[in-house]
């Protein structure tokens, strides 16, 4: 992804634009007395674009460097620092800079920041991470954040997160980490999956994919070790089904809601060699019916693992928190016969 720097950065050579000798590509900021003026579309050093606004597409606001509009106190009622601009509460955009660098853009209504991007540029003329954060400043629906990570211009980490202020049941959060090629090391998600799936909150960052299910299309785009956590029982059946995992040789379900008789299509898998498993452990204050539902897993897990390790070659690690599920709920009659085979 491109970097944003200010005009006065760069060096014009016969109208050709350089940065550290190098002819610029990206996207420069020429803002005068504190104010926007025009941003600049620069591709291998020549002006090829040009418009009033920053990422924001805003038409007739006041374009501002932060420096102009100051903060007040915390509003607790709001939950956010409101925002004035000549003594009045601010609308428009402010731009904030950092060492030549385009840092962050804020969209402001009324005083209060309702989208924000942050840009942190890693010295060789891209951008190493992107932030964005909409803001829900009337409560009705909620919050979203994204954030996307790079590191020698190859993904690191994504993180897509949505606030629901109305339904917790929809409130989620999707993070990705990746190896170095590009594969989906971990998974972890939370909550409700629907509404975190958009992973680039943007048409126009340059990456060419936008939902976790674009990314999914690409062929083995999970890595030979593979972890997911919290994922539930039917989003990994229909993994499974997909064939998305059949390239993995080590899986971790790490405190995840599968089902565990979802376990015993764990054998397909003709390249997994190795399945580890970890469980939170039951907790004496849960509720009765908490406990009960859990117990009642555990047993169906110990049973479903103890079918997993007689019908193949797979070697199944169970690391749960603070007890052996094999040996405490496993029926006693295979119990006895896993006793026999140790």
Not at 116 to 139: A, M, N, Q, V
Not at 173 to 199: H, R, T
Not at 223 to 232: G, K, Q, T
Not at 250 to 258: A, D, F, G, K, S
Request: overall charge negative; glycine content about 4%.
């Amino acid at each position: 992804m491109i970097v944003r720097i200010e005009l006065n950065q760069l060096e014009n050579r016969s109208n050709y634009y350089f940065y550290n000798d190098i002819l610029f590509t990206g996207e420069a900021y020429d803002h005068r007395d504190n104010q926007l003026y025009q941003v600049y579309e620069i591709t291998d050093g020549e002006i090829t674009g040009s418009r009033d606004y920053g990422f924001f597409e805003t038409n007739g606001m006041v374009k501002v460097d932060s420096e102009l509009v100051h903060s007040g106190d915390f509003d607790y009622v709001m939950n956010d620092i409101p925002y004035t601009y000549l003594g009045k509460p601010f609308t428009g955009l402010f731009y904030d800079y950092f060492a030549g660098f385009v840092s962050g853009e804020a969209l402001c209504i009324n005083g209060w920041i309702v989208k924000y991007i942050s840009f942190y540029p890693d010295g060789t003329g891209r951008l190493r991470k992107y932030e964005e954060k909409h803001i829900d400043i009337t409560e009705t629906t909620g919050d979203r954040e994204w954030s996307l990570q790079w590191e020698n211009n190859s993904f690191k980490r994504i993180e897509s997160r949505y606030l629901d202020y109305q339904d917790t049941h929809h409130t989620g959060e999707l993070e990705l980490f990746f190896n170095d090629q590009n594969q989906i090391q971990q998974v972890i998600i939370k909550g409700d999956y629907a509404y975190v799936s958009c992973l680039v909150p943007r048409d126009d960052l340059e990456i060419d994919f936008k939902t976790f299910n674009d990314l999914l299309a690409k062929q083995n785009i999970f890595a030979d070790n593979l972890s997911i956590w919290s994922i539930e029982d039917a989003l990994f059946n229909q993994w499974l089904d997909q064939g998305l995992l059949n390239q993995v040789k080590q899986l971790e379900l790490y405190h995840t809601q599968v089902n565990p008789l979802t376990l015993t299509k764990i054998q397909r898998l003709q390249s997994l060699q190795e399945l580890k498993i970890s469980e939170s452990k039951i907790y004496e204050d849960d509720d009765p019916l908490s406990i009960k539902l859990q117990k009642q897993r555990f047993t169906e897990l110990a049973s479903a693992l103890y079918s997993l390790k007689e019908s193949c070659s797979i070697h199944v690690i169970l690391v749960d928190d603070d007890e052996n599920i094999l040996e405490k709920y496993l029926p006693n009659d295979l119990k006895h016969q896993l006793t026999k085979e140790e």
